[in-house]
Nanobody
Framework: QVQLVESGGGLVLAGGSLRLSCTVS????????MGWFRRTPGEERRDFVA?????????YYGDFVKGRFAISRNNANNTIQLQMNRLEPEDTAVYYC???????????????WGQGTQVTVSS
């Protein structure tokens, strides 16, 4: 059973940066496309943030990212990162690491989820 554990969330001022990490265990991260989703306060759905192919060759981002975030991966140590810059209060959310065989923006196609890490951006 693949397990995903996120870290790196916290409280940051608007305009600041955070780097989220996700560690994969119970499987090999290179077997999966990996991604990040988020759930904003008061919402049940998980919105697509970013995804990266198994070899890191392809990356895709949600429209709201606008060049502020960068997803990367290191298959040698089974980790995925999300560098978030120029954070805005609207980025406040629980951020989830996700694994799926194909690249996807759809939460319903995700095979494995992490437990989530809170990101709070204050104005």
């Amino acid at each position: 059973q693949v397990q995903l554990v996120e870290s790196g969330g916290g409280l940051v001022l608007a305009g600041g940066s955070l780097r989220l990490s996700c560690t994969v265990s119970g499987g090999t991260s290179s077997s999966y496309a990996m991604g990040w989703f988020r759930r904003t306060p008061g919402e049940e759905r998980r919105d697509f943030v970013a995804t990266i192919s198994w070899n890191g060759a392809s990356t895709y981002y949600g429209d709201f990212v606008k060049g502020r975030f960068a997803i990367s991966r290191n298959n040698a140590n089974n980790t995925i990162q999300l560098q978030m810059n120029r954070l805005e209060p609207e980025d406040t959310a629980v951020y989830y690491c996700a694994a799926s065989p194909p690249l996807t923006r759809e939460p319903r196609l995700i095979d494995f989820w992490g437990q989530g890490t809170q990101v709070t951006v204050s104005s």
